[in-house]
């Protein structure tokens, strides 16, 4: 599933990503998001992480951002749009 199939109420082109191996963190290690952070630039309020693996939603929402558990079948665009429109 595409991240466009995902969230079609938004017209989403992103582009962003880091290779685990290249900054030798990964998930669920806190310093991986920050790395991520810095690389683009953002702040931890303007970040919305989804995520299959609870842990790393868990210690994604430690560090300040906004996080989403989804098992595969929930309707992440419908999450997204709400949780948008209310704050």
Avoid: W
């Amino acid at each position: 599933l595409s991240l466009h199939d995902a969230l079609p109420i938004f017209s989403l082109n992103i582009l962003m990503a880091i290779i685990s191996a290249d900054v030798h963190f990964s998930k669920p290690d806190p310093a991986i998001f920050n790395v991520f952070l810095e690389k683009y630039d953002l702040r931890t309020y303007e970040c919305f992480y989804i995520d299959d693996i609870e842990e790393n939603v868990i210690v994604a929402e430690s560090i300040g951002m906004t996080g989403f558990f989804t098992a595969g079948s929930t309707d992440i665009s419908k999450e997204l749009h709400q949780r948008l429109n209310h704050n």
